[in-house]
Structures are given as structure tokens and as C-alpha cells.
């Protein structure tokens, strides 16, 4: 079967109503502006659906969604969608809302050009197949997508005439006679519609950026080589993330940019024998620095997302009472974003991603003890050592063990954590994520116990706060109830503790991990 | 996969007008539209220039031998498919009554569709027969056009009889994940804001009819046209009053079938 959408590209001006039965033209040229939208890390593409909004010179938006062998939609739209919130109520916002989740859309690819509709049409008047010609194109492609940095390419469409076939579902057979028109005429074949055709043409990735970790990685090579590997995917995602975090587009950018610092730090945390010393103890505080900065921006982040779902179990009283809090929120984390900008704007850190992405090019350098080693026995020691401190941290705790046992436990988990997702491709995957998944769980009950800890406390300050401004009473006593969950969350997690810590201290989770390790190591 | 159904006993208030440009109206907001023209007129059908033509007739279309997409055209709207209606479908009846279980023919046959669309609306014509209780036993609500007049309440409280009536004989009241009975939601079709009858019969609607579709569909001429256009209002007549008459019908009915119902707790 062939693609609903195909794009033939022609070098030359054809006359395709020439060469067509019952081609007429249906609006004459004029101009448009056709800009392929998706999320930073490309879910839309992933989920194979496309979004692409049209505005025309005559100043109307249509945004059209599709997919390839989906019904598409076309729908009127007031500017650029960014999020679910903006499209109509109906499936559409659904649909798409569950894929965005926090995530914008934002321009992947645009392209200028003059447009011309022609289709053919029966003798009811009806369309048969849609054909829309391009001529005079240019096209943008977004920063990030684009591998040589060069803005406009116009070369690659520079002359160039762009039909675009619509088939239509019942009348394949009609799009195939136009299909076969314009391929006898020495065009170029390309599925899709313009921009994906364009995006083809010009080598840019639709994929998008993602923030999982993905070196791939060999365990015979040598652990200096695999670990600056990691180790400059990971400055690579912090780059990428950096534009977005400063110009606050959506909460994951901040997301993916603070866990690739943390992993950065773990790894460098892991790499005592394999890097040379003076660069990773001078990265290593660096880096730290630069995680600090995020902490403000990132914990205000979390509270005004959960906020919602945190609140809906109140009746309207006391949620309408939490207004002010939620207010205050909303204010400190704006406020909080402009200091983290600052920041990453700045000269420093600019000079620290730099430097330490030109080290990490620098054909050879020298390395720790360790440096020539197999990969797969370092990470093998690296793994095993740290399971041992957890199990040991984990088993000295007991009921009457302080909070901050638990959070240097959930220090241990993480470390063992961003060991299995950095160097998930030298891991044998399916004992892998058998150990993933227990170590999931320790994970979510560590991180529940401390999330809902610090938002007590940091509810509790910001009750402080307003009542020495003279706020209501009722939201003093809303906020009262709002510590109340948080500490019961607390409680609850702190409870569920040890039965977890006991199921993760298993065979087989043993079992797991020495097949891991085994492989390895072999 | 929602599924609405322009239905009611009377003939000539407005179904197919409805059928055609709520289709439009929704696909125009972001959904994806199967328009189904159940009427062997082939009225739906006419006004999207399709032509009347069930392959392998009536017979084949029931059995459902090859799927209903094999029936799928697509409109030039973009986001509404339709599947076509053409004379043969006057025996849907008997054909329906061949099939093992035909009142749930019609949803059987749009079940391998339900990923690909967002809403079905099924474009019914008048009266009561097998074919009914195949549309009631597929679909989540019934929209009854209601012209104005001083029987339209008489007439809502028949279709409501026959579908307390017909949940006794219809698979679905035994817990089973049987369909179940459509909700109804009228609205109030060619309104002539002139005539007073017409303001008394709808105060009284939106009285006594909870569920009623507050946005009336006025009497104009510019709706007649659509059988000499060929293409839901929106196409020729986008700034008309009727046009967005269904385009505020469409959006309440979209509220309905797609808003969480307002939960108590929240905001
Ligand atoms: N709002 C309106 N203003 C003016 N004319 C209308 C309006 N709505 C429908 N009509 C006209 O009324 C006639 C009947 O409408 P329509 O075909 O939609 O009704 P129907 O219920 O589908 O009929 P049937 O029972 O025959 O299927 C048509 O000629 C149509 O153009
Ligand atoms: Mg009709």
C-alpha cells in the first residue's frame, strides 16, 4: 500500500493539469507558511502523528493533524497551539494531551512558499485526489534540529517545484493515475507531507531530543573511552536543554537538564580510578555548583504541577481558601526561573560546558588506574559496590532511624540507578530491567518518603510566611491541612519502608543482578 | 469512539440537515467523523457529492463480509469519512433480520473502527423498525431534532416510551457489557423567531426537557440550499447565523460526550 501522502519534487515547472484528466484548479497560488510542530523529544513523531499549522497570507491558521493512514483533521486555530489547552474541547485535546503531558509543541521545521490547489473532480464535483503545488520555497529549520547550524536552506528547495498527493480513502486508484502522472515525469519520491518530505530531503532528524541517556557503548573498549562517551552524551543533552530551561518553555527541559547533570556527577562520582584525577575533581565541583543552581526552580516546578492533583481531594472551600498558596507558588517559581536563568545564561557556565565538552573531544588524553581496563569489568565493580553500600546502608535501618538515613539510602539507589541508564547498552536488557524494576520500587517509596518531607516544610515556611502578612485564617487552616497530607504521605511511606527495603534485599533481585554481571564480565 | 444517532419518528425535521453539518461542524473543531447515511434516499450522501452506491448492495453491507471500511469514503471535508447509502438499503430491515443477533448488527459492524474515529454520527431515517433498535443498541445518544409545535413534546415522550419499552427486550440491562439504552438529547430544529408559538413551545421544552440542547437551529432559507450546494453550510455560508447555530450545538454536545462531569471537589 502506498503512503496516503506522497510529495514529488520536481526540478523543472511541469504543468501537471497538462498531463491529468479532471485536474482543475482549486485555489490559486498564494502564499503560505506550513510549520511542522512537536514536542522537544518528538512525541508526536514517535506516535506517529504529525501537526502542522498553516497560515496564510490572508492571515487565517489552520492547524491540520494526521498521521499516516489516520483520518486527518483541519481545524481553525486562532495562533500556534503550544498545548492541549489550546485546541477545542473534544477528542482532539485528548488525544494529543495525553502525549504532550507537560511537554509545548514547537516549531520543528518551517517553510515558505506559494501554494496552489488543484484536484481532480468527477462529474458530481466531487474531489478525487487533492494535489497541492509548491513553488518558490524556503525553509527554517529549529536550531536544535539542525546539524550544520545553517539557518535557511534555501539551496535545498531552490527552484524546485513541490506536488504534494493527497489520496483520499475510496479513491486510491485515482491517486495512484496522478501518482504515476508525475513519477514519469522524472520527479523525486518522497512520503509525506511538505515538511516531512522537506525534513527527509534535508537530513533533519524528527526524532527530536531525548533525555535518556543513549552512548552506545561496546564492554571490551576501554573504561576511559566508555566513560567519556557517557559523559559527553550527557553534556550533550545538558546543551540541548539549556536554551529551553533558560527561556522556561516548558518544566521537562529543566527536568532533563538537571538529571543530566546529576547522572554527569554520579558517573564522575563512579570514575575514581578512570579519569585523571585533577579533571574530575574540578568537574565534579563544578557540576555540583550547577546542580545546586537548579534545586529552587525545579522543587517550585514540582509543587505547581502536583499542586492541582494534590488539591482535588479538598472540597471547593478549602481548595478556593489555597489560592493565595498556589498564587505564591506560582509567583516564587517565575521568580525562581529568572534567578536559574540568569545563571545558565551567564558567562561560567557557558565556560564550564565549553571546557569540559572540548576535554571531553580531546583526541587522547591520560587517564586514572583503571583507564585501559574493560569497560564491562569496571561498570561490573561499580555496580556491585554500590548494591553492597545500599544493602548495608538499607539493613542498618530500623524503625527508629532518622529521615536522613533514608534519604542517604535514596542517594545509594540513584547511584545504582544512573548506572544501569548510562550504560544501559553494554547491559544484557532483560535481567536488566528485572533489576530496574525492583530497584524502581525501593526508588518511589525513598522518593515519596523525602518529596512529601520537604513539602511539608516548605508548606509549613510559607504558612509562617502569610500569616505574618495578615492572611485569611481559612487558608492558614487550609495550609494546616495541606502539611497534614503531606506528612501523612510521609508517614505512610516511612511505613511501607522496611516490607520494601526486605522485597528489594532478595534472591531475586540477587539474580537478577548476577546475570548482569556476568555478562559483563565474561 | 462516540457514537450520535439524528434520529426521530417524525419524517422531515431537520435529521439529515443536522447530520450533515454537525459532522462538519465537529470535524471542523478536531474530530474525526464517520457519517454512516442509513436512509436508502441517500440525502447525507447527495449533499457530500458521493455517489449513491452500497457495494454488493444492502445484503453485503449487513454481513459485514469485508468490514464497513471497505464502504469508507472520504468527503472533501477534511476529518469526515462517510459511508455511503444507496436504494438497496430499503431492505435493511429484512437483511437485518437474517443476521444472528440484528440489533447489535450495527454496533458489530463499527467496532473495528473505533480506533480510527473519534465520533460516528449515524444519519437515521424516520419511523420505528428493526433498523431502530440496531441504532439504539450502537449508539451513546440520540439527538432528536424538535420542530416547534404544540405536539413536539408529545413526540419526545413517545421515543422515550419506546426506548423504556424496548431495555427490556434489548441485550444490555443484564450487566453484561451489552450496549444500553442511548441517552436522548432534542434540540429545537427550524425556529422561526417571528411566530410566538414557536417562544411558547420552546420555553416549555426547556422546562420540562433537562437534557435538551439549549441551542435552536433558526429557519432559513441558506440551510435549504445545502441540496443545490452540495456541501455542509460551512463551505458556503461560513458567517451565517444558522452556520453557527450548529456550530454551538456542536460544541455543547462535544462538552457533554468529552468533559468530565464537574466533580464536586474541584474548583
Ligand atoms: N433550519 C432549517 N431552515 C430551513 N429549512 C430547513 C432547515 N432544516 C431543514 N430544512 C429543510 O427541511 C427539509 C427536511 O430536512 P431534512 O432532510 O434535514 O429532514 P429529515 O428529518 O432528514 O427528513 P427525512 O425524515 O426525510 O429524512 C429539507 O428540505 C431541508 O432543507
Ligand atoms: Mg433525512
Given at each position: ?18 498531463s ?21 523529544d ?12 498553516e ?78 503545488v ?21 539551496d ?31 520527479t ?5 507531507e511538505?515538511?516531512?518530505?522537506l ?18 557503548l561496546?564492554?571490551r573498549?576501554?573504561a ?23 527561556d ?140 553492597r ?13 532518622p ?60 504558612a ?51 546475570k548482569?554481571l556476568?555478562?559483563?564480565?565474561r | ?20 453539518n ?13 457519517l ?29 463480509s ?15 469519512d ?17 443476521t ?26 424516520p419511523?420505528?423498525t ?78 420540562h ?13 441558506v440551510v ?19 452556520t ?21 471537589a474541584?474548583?
Amino acid at each position: 500500500m502506498s503512503a496516503t501522502v506522497v510529495t514529488f519534487v520536481g526540478s523543472h515547472h511541469l504543468e501537471p493539469e497538462a498531463s491529468m484528466d479532471g485536474l482543475v484548479e482549486r485555489n490559486a497560488a498564494a502564499p503560505v507558511t506550513t510549520v511542522l510542530l512537536d514536542t522537544f523529544d518528538g512525541r508526536l513523531h514517535a506516535a506517529g502523528l504529525l501537526a502542522i499549522v498553516e497560515e496564510t497570507g490572508a492571515g487565517t491558521t489552520e492547524l491540520l493533524v494526521a498521521g499516516d493512514g489516520a483520518v486527518p483533521v483541519r481545524l481553525a486555530v486562532d495562533a500556534r497551539p503550544r498545548t492541549a489547552a489550546d485546541l477545542p474541547v473534544g477528542p482532539l485535546p485528548e488525544r494529543i494531551g495525553r502525549l504532550l503531558d507537560v511537554r509545548v509543541l514547537l516549531p520543528v521545521l518551517e517553510v515558505r512558499s506559494r501554494r496552489r490547489r488543484l484536484a481532480v473532480v468527477d462529474d458530481e464535483g466531487k474531489e478525487r485526489v487533492r494535489v497541492d503545488v509548491h513553488v518558490d520555497v524556503a525553509v527554517d529549520v529549529a536550531g536544535d534540529r539542525d546539524d550544520d547550524g545553517d539557518a535557511e536552506h534555501d539551496d535545498a528547495a531552490d527552484g524546485a517545484v513541490f506536488f504534494v498527493v493527497h489520496a483520499l480513502v475510496g479513491y486510491a486508484a485515482d491517486a495512484a493515475r496522478v501518482r504515476d502522472a508525475l513519477g514519469r515525469h522524472g520527479t523525486r519520491r518522497v512520503d509525506g507531507e511538505l515538511p516531512v518530505a522537506l525534513a527527509a530531503l534535508l537530513d533533519v532528524d524528527l526524532r527530536g531530543i531525548s533525555g535518556t541517556p543513549g552512548a552506545e557503548l561496546d564492554r571490551r573498549q576501554s573504561a576511559l573511552s566508555g566513560f567519556r562517551a557517557v559523559l559527553d552524551d550527557l553534556a550533550a543533552t545538558i546543551d540541548a536543554n539549556r536554551p529551553g530551561t533558560i527561556d522556561d518553555l516548558d518544566p521537562e527541559f529543566l527536568h532533563d537538564l538537571r538529571v543530566a547533570v546529576r547522572r554527569t556527577r554520579s558517573i564522575l562520582g563512579h570514575a575514581r580510578h578512570v579519569l585523571p584525577g585533577t579533571v574530575r575533581d574540578r568537574a565534579r565541583s563544578e557540576f555540583q555548583e550547577l546542580g545546586t543552581i537548579t534545586s529552587p526552580a525545579r522543587d517550585l516546578d514540582v509543587q505547581v504541577l502536583e499542586w492541582d492533583d494534590l488539591v482535588s481531594t479538598f472540597d471547593a472551600e478549602t481548595a478556593a481558601a489555597l489560592d493565595p498558596v498556589r498564587d505564591l507558588l506560582v509567583r516564587r517559581r517565575a521568580e525562581a526561573h529568572d534567578v536559574l536563568a540568569a545563571e545558565l545564561s551567564g558567562t561560567s557556565c557557558a565556560e564550564l560546558l565549553d571546557r569540559w565538552r572540548a576535554w571531553l573531544d580531546e583526541p587522547d588524553v591520560d587517564g586514572g588506574t583503571q583507564a585501559d581496563d574493560p569497560l564491562g569489568e569496571v561498570v561490573a565493580d561499580r555496580i556491585e559496590r554500590t548494591q553492597r553500600r545500599l544493602l548495608r546502608d538499607g539493613r542498618a535501618i530500623d524503625d527508629g532511624s532518622p529521615a536522613a538515613a533514608l534519604h542517604e539510602l535514596r542517594k545509594d539507589a540513584k547511584k545504582l540507578r544512573y548506572l544501569f541508564e548510562c550504560f544501559a547498552s553494554i547491559l544484557p536488557a532483560a535481567p536488566r530491567k528485572r533489576f530496574v524494576t525492583r530497584l524502581k520500587r525501593l526508588q518511589d517509596v525513598l522518593g515519596e518518603h523525602q518529596d512529601a518531607g520537604v513539602h511539608a516544610a516548605q508548606l509549613a515556611s510559607i504558612a509562617r510566611e502569610l500569616h505574618a502578612s495578615g492572611v485569611e485564617a481559612e487558608t492558614l487552616v487550609a495550609i494546616g491541612r495541606l502539611v497534614e497530607l503531606q506528612e501523612r504521605r510521609c508517614t505512610d511511606a516511612r511505613a511501607r519502608f522496611a516490607d520494601t527495603f526486605d522485597e528489594y534485599d532478595s534472591d531475586r533481585t540477587e539474580a537478577a543482578l548476577s546475570k548482569v554481571l556476568g555478562k559483563l564480565r565474561r | 469512539m462516540r457514537t450520535i444517532a439524528l434520529y426521530s419518528i417524525k419524517g422531515g425535521v431537520g435529521k439529515t440537515t443536522a447530520a450533515v453539518n454537525l459532522a462538519d461542524a465537529a470535524a471542523r473543531s478536531g474530530t474525526r467523523v464517520l457519517l454512516w447515511d442509513l436512509d436508502a434516499q441517500g440525502a447525507a450522501t447527495y449533499c457530500f457529492r458521493i455517489r449513491p452506491h452500497v457495494a454488493g448492495g444492502v445484503r453485503d453491507l449487513v454481513r459485514g463480509s469485508d468490514g464497513l471500511e471497505r464502504h469508507v469514503r472520504a468527503t472533501d471535508r477534511t476529518g469526515i469519512d462517510l459511508v455511503p447509502a444507496d436504494v438497496t438499503l430499503r431492505h435493511l430491515d429484512l437483511h437485518l433480520d437474517r443476521t444472528k443477533k440484528p440489533t447489535r448488527r450495527i454496533h458489530r459492524l463499527l467496532e473495528p473502527l473505533r480506533e480510527r474515529y473519534d465520533l460516528v454520527v449515524l444519519d437515521c431515517p424516520p419511523g420505528v423498525t428493526l433498523a431502530t433498535e440496531s441504532v439504539f443498541a450502537a449508539t451513546d445518544v440520540l439527538v432528536v431534532p424538535t420542530v416547534p409545535s404544540t405536539l413536539s413534546r408529545r413526540t419526545l415522550t413517545q421515543l422515550t416510551d419506546l426506548l423504556d419499552e424496548l431495555v427490556g427486550r434489548l441485550p444490555g440491562g443484564d450487566g453484561s457489557g451489552h450496549p444500553r439504552m442511548p441517552a436522548v438529547w432534542p434540540f429545537v430544529s427550524m425556529l422561526d423567531r417571528r411566530r410566538s408559538l414557536h417562544h411558547a413551545v420552546v420555553a416549555e421544552l426547556i422546562e420540562h426537557v433537562p437534557a435538551l440542547l439549549p441551542t435552536p437551529v433558526p429557519t432559513a432559507s441558506v440551510v435549504e440550499r445545502i441540496g443545490v450546494e452540495r456541501a455542509p453550510l460551512a463551505a458556503y455560508a461560513p458567517r451565517h447565523p444558522a452556520t453557527a447555530a450548529f456550530d454551538e450545538l456542536w460544541a455543547e454536545i462535544a462538552r457533554r460526550l468529552w468533559l468530565p462531569p464537574p466533580a464536586a471537589a474541584t474548583r
